[in-house]
């Protein structure tokens, strides 16, 4: 994976805490990271008993480095959970609704873990203790309803929801996989694939020419995310039918 710009300035964030815990020995955390920075991140500081990695609860998609002085085996972090009740809500809501109302504060994105909506009844947001507060005092609205946050003394757990569909594709490469699953032709997914619009695994493709494999995911851009599962069978015409998944 090529290193830009941004991937070496986390690079000497991580670097500079590493270096603080050690020093100090004290514990020291990152921000929120992306799943596409947490890849470049385990290539530098593998998880460890002393470089946890965590969003709070087990499969939490964006999480904290954190850089341990010594093991342990409950180690503490500042993670916590906030939820709201949405009242009037004339449309259903949606991540995109929480995540503007809590963008108009001023916040940082990577000062907020993962956030969802959940039947359209309630929001929850992951965060530090410090910035958790802080909403519960600031934020009184999500889209058109009221908000009314408080923190959780438990730590829920987000459950994705998915579709599963099968999709008839030429090849198993990437240009023609995504050709598929974005309704566009191969040449076009070529020039997406080109413009950094499709990742898979979390890292940006390069090269239309790699194959999917079991389990890998495929994010593209104004399309979504998906997940490719399996071959199921070819059609007479040699074609495969492959199965996915999608976030939904």
């Known amino acids: 994976m090529n290193e830009d710009s941004a991937g070496r300035e986390l690079k000497q964030r991580l670097t500079d805490l590493s270096e603080q815990c050690r020093r100090w020995q004290k514990q020291t955390e990152s921000v929120f990271l992306t799943e596409e920075q947490q890849v470049q ?8 008993a002393l470089i946890r990695y965590d969003g709070g609860y087990e499969g939490a998609r964006r999480k904290k480095v954190i850089f341990l002085p010594w093991e342990e085996d409950d180690f503490s972090d500042d993670i916590v ?3 709201t009740e949405l009242r009037g809500a004339s ?3 949606t991540h995109r609704d929480v995540l503007g109302s809590l963008m108009a504060l001023q916040i940082e994105r990577s000062a907020l873990g993962d956030l969802w909506v959940e039947d359209n009844a309630r929001a929850y947001v992951y965060t530090t203790a410090v910035m958790a ?6 934020c009184t609205r999500i889209g058109p309803c009221t908000a009314d946050f408080r923190i959780l003394p438990e730590r829920p757990v987000q459950h994705f929801r998915t579709r599963q569909f099968t999709k008839v594709v030429a090849s198993l490469r990437l240009d023609a996989v995504t050709a598929a699953l974005a309704s566009v032709s191969r040449e076009k997914a070529k020039e997406m694939i080109r413009q950094g ?13 790699k194959v ?19 071959t199921t069978h070819t059609t007479r015409k040699d074609r495969i039918v492959a199965e996915f998944l999608q976030d939904l």
Do not use: K, M
């Open 41 to 48: 991140a385990r290539q530098w500081f593998a998880p460890s």
């Open 81 to 83: 959970c906030i939820e």
């Open 91 to 93: 449309r259903p809501l």
């Open 133 to 138: 507060r802080y909403l519960c005092d600031q």
């Open 197 to 209: 619009l499709v990742q898979v695994d979390h890292i940006t493709l390069e090269e239309p020419d």
């Open 212 to 230: 999917c494999h079991n389990g890998c995911t495929i994010s593209i851009r104004g399309t979504g995310r998906f997940t490719y599962r399996q």
